[in-house]
C-alpha cells in the first residue's frame, strides 16, 4: 500500500514536472533584420521580401528583378531602418539618431553587425537589460537588439 | 597472398595447439587481487547504501583490457576502464560524458539526441572519431571499419555497463586503426535472475526518454531485452527522435564452453544541417535557430553477433566473433551559396547581405546523400598461457577476415524537404580485409612483464562508379579500378612495479588505412595513397600511494610521416575533406588522480573526488605552416568531478570540464572572418550537476539533472561551415524504477 502511495505521488510529481519544463521551451524569431525570403510576385515573377524591424514577420514581396546582395540589388531592410530611425529619435533599442546619437541618458549607440546602429546600453548580465532585449551580449557588454 | 596468409594462421593455430598442454604459468594469476583499482573491482566499489546489488555474470566477449581486477596493470601501456559503478552514479546523457572522465581524450556528441561522436586521443583529429578504433564488446562498429571509419552512429549510453580505452602498444590487438587508441564498450551482461527496469526523464528543450529493460534465466539460458526511445526538440530547434533495441542471450555450450548471442537495432531522425552561423549571427544572437530547418537525416542501423568462448584447456581458451551489420543513412541539406548569382531564385537570404561573405543564399532545392554500408566479419582470438623456466607467457595470437561494402548515390532534389530527386553521382565500394596478429605477455620476473606483438593488415579494395557529373549534367559509366594496401604494425610495452606503484612504456606503431576515395580515382585509377603511419612513443606510471588515492600519469610522443585532417579550405569539396597535413608531431602528457575521499575520513559513504588534465601539443614539422598547432587540437583539457552516495539513499555528482583554445585552420589564423568558418576557438568550460534520491523498499530512484549549470554560450566548431555552439542550461527530471529479484542461493 505504501508502495503505491509512493507509485503514485511520484508519477504525479513526474507529469507536473514534465509541464513546467514543457512549457518552457524557447521560441525563436521568424526572421532577423537584413535578411530575406524569396517570394511570389503577381506576375508570376520571383520577388524578395524583408523582415521587419521588429524581426516578428516579413515586408510586402518586392519585385524589382534585383537579388539582395547581387550587384545592383537593393538592402530593404537597411531603408526600412532609415525609415524607421527618422521617427524613434534614438530611444532603447531603436535606430541611432543621424548623427549616431541617443535620446535617452545612459544609452550608446552600437553597431550590431547584422542590425545596424541601434541605441542601447552596457550590461554584466541579462538583468541589466530591460524589455524587449533578449539579454546581455557578454563579448561586447551590450545589451542585446531584439 | 590470401592463401599465404590463410596458411600462415593454419600454422600458427597448430603450433599453439601443440603447446596447449604446456604448464600453467606462475606470475600474472588472473585472480583478483586483495587491493585492486577501485573503478576495476565492483564489490569494494559498491556504495555501502545500495541494494547490495548483484554484478550480473561477465558474458562471453572481447574485452580490450580484461575482466580481472589487475587486468589494467597487464595492459602493455596506458589504459582506463568506466566501470558500471562510474555510469550509474553519472547518469550520462549520452557516451561523450563518460569518455571525458579519461585522461588524453576529448570527446564531443552532436545533437540533443547524441546522434554523432567526435572523440579525439592524444591531439588527433576529432572528426567523426574517425582515427580511433571504435569497439563494441570486442566487434568493430563504424560504418565501414577500414575504408570509412566515421561514427555516424553513436551507440546510447544506456545500453551500456562499461567502458575501455587503451592507448598504448595494446592497440596491436585490434585493428585496424593503431594511430591513438581502442576504445571499447561494453553492453549489459544478461542477468542470471530476473531484474527489470524502467525510466524516465523529461527536460528543457523538449527532452523526454523512456526505457524498458528485461532479463531473466530460462534453463540456464540469460538473456536480457531493452528497449529506449528518446526525442527532443534540440538546443537550435532541431528535433530528433530515436529508438534503440537490444537484446542479447548468454548460453553454455558445453562444460567449457559459452556463447553470447547480440541482436541490436538503431533509428535516428534528427534536423542535421552542415552550415552553422557566420561571424555576425554569432555575435547578434549565439543562440539562433538552425540555418537551415528543411535539412534533414535519418539512420537505421541492425546489427548481430555470436561470441564464443571455448576453454581448450585450463591454460588455452579460444574465442570466436562472428558479426554483421548494416548502416543505412540517408541526409538531405537544402543547397546554399555564399556567392550570390542573379539567375538563381532563392527561398531564404540569411545573414547580412550588404557584406561580401556573410550572407548564406538558400536554394528552392536540397541535395540527397543516400549511403548503404554493410559489414560482415570472423574474428578467432587464441590465448594460451605457458612456462619456459622461470619465465611465465601469456601468448595471444589471432586473426580477422572482413567483407565491407559501400553503395553511394548523390541527388539533386528540387524542393528542400526532398528524399527523392534525380541521381548526380553513383558508386559502389568494397573491401576484403585479412588481419593476423601475434603477442606475447612475457613475466621476466613477478614484477616484471614485456609484452612484444605484431599485427599484420592487408586490404583490397574495389572501386566501381555508375554515374557521375559531367559538367553541368550527370552521365552513367562503368568505371571499376582497386588497389590493395599491406600494413605490419610492430609493437613493444613493458611494465615494471608492485600494482600498487608500476611505471609503463611503449613503442608500436600507428596504422590507418586510406579511405576509399583517396585511393581509386574518379577514372578507376589507384592513387598510390599510403596507409596514415606513426610512431608512438609513451612512458608513464600508476601510482596507489594509499587506499584512498589513485594516480596516474603518461608522456606521450607520436610522429607521423603523413597525417590526415579535416579539410578546413573554402573551397573544400566533399571528395577533398580531408587532406594530408604532411609530416606532423605530437607530444605531451596525461595525468589523472581519484581520491576516495570518504576511505580518508572513514565515513560510511561515496565521495569520491577525480581529476583529469592533458597537455598536448599537436604541430606540422614542415612547409609553411611548420611549428603551427593542427587545427581542432586544443593544447590544455581539463576535467574534474566529485561523485556523492548517502546512506540514506541521496547522492549526486558535480562535474566540470575545460577546452582549451583551438584553431580551425592550418595557419592559425586568430582573427575570424566574415563567414565563421576561419578564426580562433577560444577556451571554454561547463559544469553539470545531478542530484538523485533512492528509495529502497519501493526501488525508485528520482534524479534531477542540469547541464551547463551557468548557460554559458561557446563555440564548440567552425566546420563544416560556419560557427557550431555547445548546449545550453538545460535541465531534466527523471524516475527510475528497478526491480531485482534474489538470486537462488546454492544448495547446501
Not at chain 2, 548517502?646 to 582549451?660: F, I
Request: net charge negative.
Amino acid at each position: 500500500m505504501r508502495g503505491l502511495l509512493v507509485l503514485a505521488m511520484s508519477s504525479s510529481l513526474f507529469v507536473l514536472v514534465v509541464l513546467v519544463v514543457l512549457a518552457c521551451s524557447p521560441s525563436y524569431a521568424p526572421c532577423y533584420r537584413g535578411e530575406y525570403q524569396g517570394c511570389r510576385c503577381e506576375s508570376g515573377a520571383h520577388g524578395y521580401q524583408a523582415c521587419n524591424v521588429t524581426e516578428d514577420g516579413f515586408q510586402s514581396c518586392v519585385c524589382d528583378g534585383t537579388t539582395p546582395g547581387v550587384d545592383g540589388g537593393r538592402d530593404a531592410s537597411l531603408a526600412d531602418a532609415a525609415a524607421q530611425e527618422a521617427s524613434a529619435g534614438g530611444t532603447f533599442l531603436a535606430p541611432c539618431g543621424a548623427n549616431g546619437a541617443c535620446s535617452e541618458p545612459g544609452n550608446l549607440c552600437f553597431s550590431f553587425p547584422s542590425k545596424g546602429q541601434i541605441c542601447t546600453k552596457k550590461c554584466t548580465t541579462a538583468s541589466d537589460c530591460p524589455a524587449p532585449s533578449p539579454g546581455c551580449t557578454p563579448s561586447n557588454g551590450v545589451c542585446r537588439a531584439p | 597472398m590470401k592463401r599465404r596468409l590463410s596458411l600462415a594462421l593454419v600454422l600458427s593455430s597448430s603450433l599453439l595447439a601443440s603447446l596447449s598442454h604446456a604448464q600453467e604459468p606462475t606470475p600474472s594469476s588472473d585472480a583478483p587481487p586483495s587491493d585492486a583499482p577501485p573503478s576495476d573491482a565492483p564489490p569494494s566499489d559498491a556504495p555501502p547504501v545500495g541494494d547490495q546489488a548483484l554484478v550480473p555474470r561477465e558474458p562471453a566477449e572481447v574485452r580490450v583490457i580484461g575482466a580481472k581486477a589487475d587486468s589494467l596493470q597487464r595492459v602493455p601501456g596506458s589504459g582506463t576502464l568506466v566501470s558500471r559503478k562510474d555510469l550509474e552514479r553519472a547518469a550520462p546523457l549520452d557516451l561523450a560524458e563518460m569518455l571525458r572522465r579519461v585522461p588524453g581524450v576529448q570527446a564531443r556528441q552532436e545533437y540533443g539526441g547524441g546522434g554523432r561522436l567526435d572523440i579525439s586521443i592524444r591531439g588527433l583529429d576529432a572528426g567523426r572519431s574517425r582515427r580511433i578504433l571504435m569497439l563494441e564488446d570486442g566487434i568493430p562498429i563504424s560504418i565501414n571499419p577500414y575504408s570509412e571509419p566515421d561514427m555516424y552512429y553513436a551507440p546510447a549510453v544506456e545500453r551500456m555497463r562499461g567502458i575501455e580505452v587503451v592507448k598504448g602498444s595494446g592497440n596491436i590487438l585490434f585493428g585496424p586503426q593503431t594511430l591513438a587508441g581502442t576504445i571499447n564498450f561494453l553492453t549489459l551482461a544478461p542477468p542470471d535472475h530476473r531484474t527489470i527496469a524502467a525510466d524516465v526523464d523529461a527536460g528543457s528543450y523538449g527532452y523526454a526518454r523512456g526505457l524498458a529493460r528485461y532479463g531473466d534465466s530460462y534453463g540456464g539460458v540469460r538473456y536480457v531485452v531493452q528497449v529506449l526511445h528518446r526525442r527532443g526538440d534540440g538546443f537550435r530547434d532541431q528535433g530528433f527522435q530515436s529508438t534503440n533495441g537490444l537484446a542479447k542471450i548468454a548460453f553454455e555450450t558445453g562444460a567449457d564452453g559459452e556463447a553470447t548471442v547480440k541482436l541490436g537495432f538503431h533509428r535516428d531522425e534528427s534536423g542535421s544541417e552542415d552550415v552553422g552561423l557566420t561571424r555576425a549571427m554569432y555575435r547578434d544572437e549565439p543562440r539562433r535557430a538552425t540555418l537551415s530547418p528543411a535539412s534533414h537525416l535519418v539512420l537505421d542501423r541492425y546489427d548481430a553477433s555470436l561470441t564464443h568462448e571455448q576453454r581448450l584447456s585450463s591454460s588455452t581458451k579460444l574465442e570466436t566473433l562472428v558479426y554483421g551489420y548494416t548502416t543505412d543513412r540517408i541526409w538531405r541539406r537544402q543547397t546554399y551559396s555564399r556567392s550570390p548569382s542573379t539567375i538563381e531564385n532563392y527561398d531564404r537570404i540569411v545573414g547580412d547581405p550588404t557584406v561580401p561573405g556573410a550572407a548564406i543564399y538558400f536554394s528552392h532545392g536540397d541535395r540527397i546523400l543516400d549511403r548503404a554500408y554493410a559489414v560482415v566479419g570472423f574474428e578467432p582470438r587464441f590465448e594460451h598461457r605457458f612456462q619456459t623456466g622461470e619465465v611465465g607467457h601469456t601468448f595471444e595470437f589471432g586473426g580477422r577476415l572482413l567483407r565491407e561494402s559501400a553503395h553511394y548515390q548523390d541527388r539533386k532534389g528540387d524542393y528542400p524537404e526532398s528524399y527523392s530527386g534525380a541521381a548526380t553521382s553513383e558508386e559502389k565500394h568494397t573491401g576484403l580485409a585479412v588481419a593476423g596478429y601475434v603477442q606475447d605477455r612475457i613475466a621476466l620476473r613477478d614484477d616484471l612483464l614485456l609484452t612484444p606483438g605484431v599485427r599484420f593488415e592487408h586490404l583490397t579494395v574495389k572501386r566501381t562508379i555508375l554515374r557521375r557529373q559531367n559538367g553541368t549534367t550527370s552521365e552513367d559509366v562503368f568505371v571499376e579500378g582497386g588497389d590493395e594496401v599491406n600494413g605490419v604494425i610492430p609493437g613493444v610495452g613493458a611494465i615494471y612495479g608492485t600494482k600498487k606503484a608500476h611505471v609503463f612504456g611503449g613503442l608500436h606503431l600507428g596504422f590507418a588505412p586510406p579511405r576509399f576515395a583517396s585511393s581509386v580515382s574518379v577514372a578507376g585509377v589507384p592513387q598510390g595513397v599510403k596507409a596514415e603511419k606513426s610512431l608512438n612513443y609513451e612512458v608513464g606510471t600508476r601510482i596507489t600511494p594509499a587506499a584512498w588515492l589513485r594516480s596516474e600519469l603518461t608522456g606521450f610522443l607520436s610522429t607521423y610521416s603523413n597525417q590526415v585532417i579535416a579539410n578546413t579550405s573554402a573551397e573544400a569539396t566533399d571528395a577533398t575533406a580531408l587532406s594530408d597535413a604532411g609530416a606532423t608531431s605530437i607530444y605531451g602528457l596525461e595525468t589523472g588522480w581519484t581520491a576516495m575521499v570518504a576511505k580518508l575520513v572513514k565515513a560510511d559513504a561515496v565521495v569520491d573526488v577525480g581529476v583529469r588534465y592533458t597537455y598536448s601539443r599537436a604541430t606540422f614539422r614542415y612547409g609553411k605552416n611548420a611549428g603551427n598547432l593542427l587545427p581542432y587540437a586544443p593544447e590544455h583539457s581539463f576535467n574534474a568531478n566529485m561523485d556523492v552516495e548517502l546512506r540514506s539513499g541521496w547522492g549526486g555528482q558535480l562535474a566540470y570540464r575545460y577546452v582549451g583554445a583551438q584553431f580551425s585552420d592550418e595557419a592559425n589564423t586568430v582573427p575570424e572572418d566574415v563567414t565563421g568558418r576561419i578564426g580562433r576557438i577560444d577556451g571554454y568550460g561547463v559544469a553539470d550537476a545531478t542530484v538523485h534520491y533512492h528509495h529502497r523498499p519501493s526501488g525508485l530512484t528520482f534524479r534531477l539533472t542540469g547541464k551547463n549549470l551557468f548557460d554559458s554560450d561557446f563555440v564548440v566548431a567552425r566546420r563544416p561551415e560556419g560557427i557550431f555552439t555547445g548546449g545550453y542550461q538545460q535541465f531534466l527530471f527523471g524516475v527510475r524504477w528497478d526491480y531485482e529479484a534474489r538470486a537462488e542461493q546454492p544448495a547446501r
